[in-house]
């Protein structure tokens, strides 16, 4: 099977380092297995989208060197790249879930969502709008066809239809079986009001007519997994292959690696510099490759104690085994370090 993988960024701001790796990785996965590393921009999400973004995305892959072989310049025989260019297509596959009744309209108004909300927390339960009260709402399991007809005309969403007291089991490459009881899950919106896919919808529809062989993203996502395998399921579609890597955490104390941590220790948190306050590993000095090489060791390492190398030779190298489970430490110092030795290495050549 011919190997197909992407990175897949929402254009909401400047692409963090967290970001910068999992792109790499699908690019070192890509060019080391004969693959294609495909570029899908995911903004669907309009209240969070942010101008300037994509062309962000779009330098900041440049200056490392990893063009994609697919993607919204690019183009190729899987596009639009683009989510928002994609609407027709998810219009398309939605109605085939409507019809096959996995999925169904829902007409909730948002405060009528918000008293269940907090009535159920009053009774310290945490609400979910799932097969134990959906038949208590406004749907169309609960209107009938003249309702529902008239109810479409307003806002609305669709939701997937989780059926109860199953065990939903996925493979995880770095992580082995995960599993999850359906139970334990709500009727997730699938389609907004405003027309567009959720992010899950979009990805999962997407990832199957891209023909993606492997899925490659943060471990941050490990908790969407059991509802992407549904979808898929209420398709009737085989999943890809899923790695979710390992999250990069604080240099000290507990916690992912965020924006603050840069701003108030001073060092950078993203490649390129995006505004005034926010400068990158470029403008403090960093080579491209150093700084690749760095993040290359974030999560990964080749099974010995090498560590210096360019981004030709981890084309080469690059072995998903490498892969740990536990989260990696951001190291300054030793980017620092990494990056003192690309510069002694290009002055003697
Ligand atoms: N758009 C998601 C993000 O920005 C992608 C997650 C995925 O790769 O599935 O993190």
Redesign the pocket.
């Known amino acids: 099977m011919k190997i197909r993988v992407r990175f897949?960024?929402?254009p909401t701001g400047p692409l963090h380092i967290g970001?910068l790796r999992?792109a790499l990785i699908n690019y070192l996965y890509a060019r080391k297995n004969n693959g294609v590393f495909i570029l899908r921009v995911?903004d669907t999400d309009l209240n969070r989208y942010v101008k300037g973004s994509e062309n962000y995305i779009r330098d900041a892959l440049r200056w490392c060197g990893m063009t994609p072989d697919e993607g919204p310049e690019t183009g190729g025989p899987k596009g639009p790249y683009r989510q928002s260019e994609r609407r027709d297509i998810y219009k398309k596959h939605i109605d085939r879930l409507i019809s096959s009744g996995a999925a169904y309209y829902a007409f909730d108004l948002p405060n009528e969502l918000s008293d269940a909300r907090l009535n159920a927390e009053k009774k310290g339960e945490t609400f979910r709008y799932c097969s134990k009260n959906r038949l208590k709402f406004k749907n169309s399991l609960t209107f009938d066809e003249s309702e529902t007809k008239k109810a479409l005309e307003e806002d609305h969403v669709i939701r997937l239809k989780i059926e109860p007291g199953k065990e939903v089991r996925v493979f995880d490459e770095i992580r082995g079986y995960i599993s999850v009881s359906t139970n334990l899950l709500d009727d997730k919106i699938l389609m907004k009001s405003d027309g567009m896919p959720t992010?899950h919808f979009a990805?999962v529809v997407d990832d199957k007519l891209m023909k993606i062989s492997t899925?490659i993203?943060?471990e941050e996502?490990l908790p969407s997994l059991p509802l992407h395998k549904l979808i898929y399921d209420a398709f009737g579609w085989e999943t890809p292959k899923f790695m979710h890597l390992p999250l990069i955490l604080k240099p000290k104390g507990k916690g992912k690696l965020s924006k603050r941590d840069g701003y108030e220790e001073g060092y950078p948190v993203f490649p390129l510099q995006w505004d005034k306050n926010t400068f990158g590993f470029r403008e403090m000095g960093f080579l491209a490759e150093a700084m690749i090489n760095y993040l290359s060791l974030l999560g990964w390492n080749r099974g010995n104690d090498e560590e210096l190398f360019s981004l030709k030779e981890l084309e080469k190298i690059f072995n998903a085994k490498g892969i740990q489970k536990g989260g990696a430490r951001f190291d300054y110092e030793k980017a620092l370090w990494i990056n003192h030795q690309h510069i002694a290495r290009t002055n003697t050549k």
């Open positions: 897949a960024p929402s970001g999992t995911e992010y990805n899925v993203r943060g996502w």
